[in-house]
T-cell receptor
Framework: GIQVEQSPPDLILQEGANSTLRCNFS?????LQWFHQNPWGQLINLFY???GTKQNGRLSATTVATERYSLLYISSSQTTDSGVYFC???????????FGTGTSLTVIP | NAGVMQNPRHLVRRRGQEARLRCSPM?????VYWYRQLPEEGLKFMVY????????ESGMPKERFSAEFPKEGPSILRIQQVVRGDSAAYFC?????????????FGPGTRLTVT
């Protein structure tokens, strides 16, 4: 299967700070999504971004498919941003998502 | 437009019992996917179904696990004779078509605890 690596594995931020999360993948993909799993375990869609750049409020994401990586930017972080951020990809020929191991983010006041 | 619904949200079973997890996809979605998340891990694909068809079950354990998505009603993930190692969060996702253009939308998950 496809390998999905996320970095850093853990991140602690002061409220108001900015951060960049990275997702590397080992093969061509036709779909990439970023999710936030909140402390209650719910998975929230952040971005559907197989290529290009998207922004939604304080969050933005960029995927460079030819170089097999995606970045998630969080600006002016808030305590509610805490949780685990997952990147998931779908291979060109398959239907299942392959999830990375996540970045655990803690934002402290 | 209601999102993906899963029930129950929490399920406790004793070893050897059966667990039935239900998933109702978003309105208009005909593709359902099941994933399992073990503690402190990412999600792992289990099975992909369309109405009355299993499309890909490459992630399903060979024994005790089965899934269906009937013409009417929710998708069901069934685990027979549960063991402690089955304790996990089980997520269902749905999409309106092959995910090349749509992405997958996830439900809140069912947390199974086997005692």
């Amino acid at each position: 299967g496809i390998q999905v690596e996320q970095s850093p594995p853990d991140l602690i931020l002061q409220e108001g700070a900015n951060s960049t999360l990275r997702c590397n993948f080992s093969d061509s993909v036709n779909n990439l999504q970023w999710f936030h799993q909140n402390p209650w375990g719910q998975l929230i869609n952040l971005f559907y971004i197989p290529s290009g750049t998207k922004q939604n409020g304080r969050l933005s994401a960029t995927t460079v498919a030819t170089e097999r990586y995606s970045l998630l930017y969080i600006s002016s972080s808030q305590t509610t941003d805490s949780g685990v951020y997952f990147c998931a990809v779908e291979r060109t020929t398959g239907n299942q998502f392959y999830f990375g191991t996540g970045t655990s983010l803690t934002v402290i006041p | 437009n209601a999102g993906v619904m899963q029930n129950p949200r929490h399920l406790v079973r004793r070893r050897g019992q059966e667990a039935r997890l239900r998933c109702s996809p978003m309105k208009g979605h005909s593709h359902v996917y099941w994933y399992r998340q073990l503690p402190e891990e990412g999600l792992k694909f289990m099975v992909y179904l369309q109405k009355e068809n299993i499309i890909d079950e490459s992630g399903m354990p060979k024994e005790r696990f089965s899934a269906e998505f009937p013409k009417e009603g929710p998708s069901i993930l069934r685990i027979q004779q549960v063991v402690r190692g089955d304790s996990a969060a089980y997520f269902c996702a749905s999409s309106p078509g092959v995910t090349g253009g749509y992405g997958q939308y996830f439900g809140p998950g069912t947390r199974l605890t086997v005692t």
